[in-house]
């Protein structure tokens, strides 16, 4: 018999934010990968890289921290 750990509802919220923030990310690749449309200039574009970069480092630390939580329980 498996006994099953009630998952604390602070791990549950981090797990719904990292799936959220991967959509987001995934649609910000999508676009970014289109390249430079007309209407963004070059400041834009470059932030949105750099966005981009800072949104996978956020979503790095995030799995990281929901991996040490679980494996805390």
Do not use: C
């Not at 923030?21 to 470059?46: H, M, N, S, Y």
Request: net charge negative; hydrophobic share 40%.
């Amino acid at each position: 018999m498996t006994t099953q750990i009630e998952m604390p509802e602070h791990l549950q919220r981090m797990i719904v934010e990292k799936k959220e923030l991967k959509a987001r990310l995934v649609k910000l690749i999508e676009f970014l990968d289109k390249g430079q449309p007309e209407f963004i200039d070059d400041t834009q574009w470059r932030l949105l890289d750099d966005q981009y970069e800072h949104m996978k480092a956020y979503h790095s630390v995030l799995s990281q921290r929901i991996t040490d939580a679980i494996d805390n329980l």
